[in-house]
């Protein structure tokens, strides 16, 4: 039986894998990969190497969690280094912990190598900071895309009243409806609001706005794509960097 590496790939620039992550890659029989990770790191595998593409996409999943679950399984007990290569941080919106349960269950061996989340490394490449000091002192990373039904959100919008900066990931297709939302709990409608697209890949693109008008400039950008809301937005102004390298 083999060992499962559930492995962050970071979020989209191949150098911002970690020294471990590409170690692995390049010891791997077996990658198991998904949509968002660039396949540029696959070229790192050693010859022989099996891959398996398990692509998802935002609102619809090629394959489902249980069958992923089971891919890695099976892989588990036929070679002995997979590894389950995920976009970002297996554990930000990556489903990581359900896949270290599943192995848990079934006796198998698995260690978690973080990647640089898109949550942070996007906007940070788009020159906006999480937290900015006597600017916010916090930052939350939130889900756009809820499981349950349109009417029963479980998001606890009131608790978004404060200057947080609010990361939205798998968002864009709600983007409407979740500044309808902050703007229902009286956020002003000019507050800032960033969509920031393909993040950290040379086609990367930033649009800036307000909760009353981003959704108009924004919605036909290419996924993936995550939205960031907060005065920390402004700061692009002095921050912005890699359009300009
Ligand atoms: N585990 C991942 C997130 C998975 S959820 C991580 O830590 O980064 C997938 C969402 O992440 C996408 O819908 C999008 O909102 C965001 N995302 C991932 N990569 C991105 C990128 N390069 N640019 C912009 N958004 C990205």
Redesign the pocket.
Known sequence: MGKVYLT?AG??DIELMTVKALRVVREADVIIYDR?VNPDILAEAKDGCEFVYVGKE?SHHTLPQEEINEVIYQSALKYENIVRL?????????R?GEEGIYLYERDIKFEFIP?????I??PEYAGIPVTHRGITVSFRVV???ESSGKDHSQIPWDNYKSDDTII?????HRLKMICKKLIGIGKPKDYPVAV??????PD?KTVVGTLEDIYEKAKDLP?????VVGKVVNLRKQLSWFEKS
């Open positions: 962050g979020p989209g968002l935002d995920k976009g970002g941080d297996p554990f930000v919106f990556g990581g990647g640089i989340t898109s949550a490394a996007v889900t756009g895309h939205f990931l798998m968002g864009l920031i697209s393909r993040g950290t890949r990367e996924t993936p794509a995550l939205i």
